[in-house]
């Protein structure tokens, strides 16, 4: 069976092509063909899948309908769903399982969706690579010797490898958009508070948003008709109407204004990239829209903020890891200072304790000040750095990686490189502003490349919109790996 | 600010991790160069900048006061590596 879209699927289920549980047969088979290379998963829920999809097909035989009735989906292993393990990539919730759905897995339980497992990821979100999960590392479905960017990594290449129709990621520095734009897929991080993160693991709750993963812009504007829109049960969600994200799709683009952000020119951006971007705006301009120079001229201090501020929550959200109530226990411990500190020591990988040292350091007595303070002086900056931009433009353009998906083991044994190369996703977060990847090309080394659009607060719409039409225009995002 | 002024032991101690001697070195070297790079945040006059704790124009988000059943009952202290059947289990604090 040809692997379709989620829109194409949902065409095919209603017109009885094939039934809800053929498709999942179908999608488990791809699954056991390609997963042994590409490692995307952690844990397959087959199971619950299975009565999921019978379910879908009885609705379906009763003439019922719902969004995503029979459509295949996975997600990233930091949202909980009943009943499964949600490990977060970490020993020290390998056994762990979740005692509740998150709001989104809710939405999408309602929606119709079968859930057919949970991706890999860097344990916690913390990462670029995927190298940081404790249980193994996902390749990159174009190029198994290449990482497929993270967090959101197994995410990514489950949608690139067609393991799935679609999947869930999350986005606290760049985690859904340098993995799509790394696997050559669609990825959209919402507007802080579209989503709720009830039921999604804290990294750095000022920052963390659940967001789709797909093969094309109209399949994330039917997955964000589903899991967006107010939550009483997460506080920082915000109570803002959820438009019709499939009706924005077919809006006007031609009046639409794109501001071409210099910072994210020139110096350090690999010359593939650069070329394929420049390549894309035009393809924008061809379009009827008009593009001009704007500045973020904070830019290069946000990598600097973003690790002193999201290091900073982390270590207060990480803090409830000791052995209590639930997760790993150290073995070796008399007293109970020793339980925190082995079971902590035992149970986190390098690279978060990394990031809660680095938090605890700008929080403690003294540093206060001069480190998280000044980083939250340093986001108002940036903030305003994007009003300012908006104030000429509807949304920017630009690249979402300084190079393509690097070699595994490239950056493994350099934290702050791998932190930089996040330089022009993690502004979006520190604004809080909706940004997406969508494929606009490849590099020499066949190498997907991603075009990033940044949006105003709540204005998704305008991002799909542009990406469904630059979708019409081009024929980037039908590229497929060859595994 | 000076990265000088990391001292790992007392850090790693106030975050509940105990970290071996080849961590301890090599976790040392790697912040070093990563608050050197945060420093570059000195450069920027921030005299009359308000911080941003959330992007979000949010007050106080309050609820009614009623009491509802979030959770089902009994379904979370199992979920503990140790406990018996009414508490959870520690080594001994005192």
Not at chain 1, 57 to 65: N, T, V
Not at chain 1, 219 to 228: E, Q, R, S, T, Y
Not at chain 2, 56 to 69: A, G, S
Request: proline share 5%; charged share 25%.
């Amino acid at each position: 069976m040809h692997q379709p879209t989620i829109i194409q699927a949902r065409h095919q289920l209603k017109e009885k092509k094939y039934s809800a549980v053929e498709l999942l047969d179908a999608v488990y088979k791809r699954i056991d063909v390609v997963d042994g290379k590409v490692k995307a998963y952690i844990h397959l829920t087959r199971d619950i899948a299975h009565r999921q999809a019978e379910e879908a097909d009885q609705k379906l035989a009763a003439g019922e309908d719902a969004p995503l009735l029979g459509v295949p989906i996975a997600l990233k292993d930091l949202i909980c769903m009943k009943g499964t393990h949600t490990t977060c990539a970490s020993h020290i919730l390998e056994n762990f399982v979740s005692p509740y759905d998150a709001t989104v897995v809710k939405r999408l339980k309602e929606a119709g969706a079968v859930l057919i497992g949970k991706t890999n990821m860097d344990e916690f979100a913390m990462g670029s690579s995927n190298e940081n999960s404790y249980f193994h590392v996902t390749k990159n479905p174009w190029d198994l010797n290449h990482v497929p960017g993270g967090s959101s990594g197994g995410s990514g290449a489950a949608v690139a490898a067609n393991e799935c129709m679609g999947a869930l990621g999350s986005d606290t520095g760049g985690s859904i958009r340098q993995p799509a734009a790394f696997c050559g897929i669609t990825g959209l991080k919402p507007t802080y508070g579209r989503v709720s993160r009830f039921g999604l693991v804290a990294f750095a709750s000022s920052f963390d948003q659940i967001g789709p993963m797909t093969k094309t812009a109209e399949d994330a504007a039917i997955l964000m008709n589903v899991i967006g829109g107010h939550d009483p049960m997460d506080s920082t969600s915000a109570d803002v109407a959820l438009p019709d994200f499939t009706a924005a799709l077919s809006n006007d683009v031609k009046e639409l204004k794109i501001g071409i952000p210099k910072e994210y020119f020139g110096k350090g951006l690999n010359a593939d990239i650069e070329k394929t971007v420049l390549e894309a705006i035009k393809t924008l301009e061809s379009m009827g829209m008009q593009a001009i120079e704007v500045s973020l001229p904070h830019t290069e201090y946000a990598v600097a903020a973003y690790y002193i501020l999201a290091c900073a929550e982390a270590s207060a959200n990480l803090s409830r890891y000791d052995g209590v109530k639930y997760g790993y226990r150290s073995g070796h411990a008399d007293n109970l200072m020793d339980m925190y500190t082995n079971t902590r020591e035992e149970g986190f990988g390098e690279e978060v304790k990394r990031r809660i040292l680095l938090g605890t350091f700008v929080l403690s007595s003294g540093y206060y000040d001069a480190y998280y303070l000044k980083g939250q002086k340093a986001r108002t900056l940036i903030k305003q750095d994007f009003e300012e931009a908006y104030k000429k433009c509807d949304l920017m353009v630009g690249p979402i990686a300084p190079a393509p998906a690097f070699k595994l083991g490239e950056k493994l044994d350099d934290p702050l490189q791998m932190y930089l190369s996040d330089i022009f996703t993690i502004s979006a977060n520190l604004a809080g502003i909706p940004a997406m990847s969508i494929p606009c090309g490849q590099s020499k080394d066949n190498l997907p490349i991603g075009l990033q659009l940044m949006g105003k607060h709540f204005d998704e719409e305008t991002l799909l919109n542009v990406a469904h039409r630059y979708q019409h225009t081009t024929d980037h995002h039908l590229q497929h790996p060859t595994l | 600010m000076s990265s000088d002024s990391f001292d790992i032991e007392k850090i790693a101690l106030l975050a509940r991790l105990k970290l071996t001697d080849e961590e301890k070195t090599r976790l040392g070297r790697q912040f070093a160069g990563i608050l050197e790079h945060i420093d570059r945040l000195n450069q920027l006059d921030t005299e009359n900048v308000e911080p941003t704790s959330l992007v979000l124009p949010l007050q106080n988000v309050f609820r009614e006061d009623v009491v509802k059943q979030t959770f089902e009952d009994g379904k979370y202290l199992p979920l503990a590596p140790r406990q018996d059947k009414e508490h959870y289990e520690v080594p001994q604090i005192l």
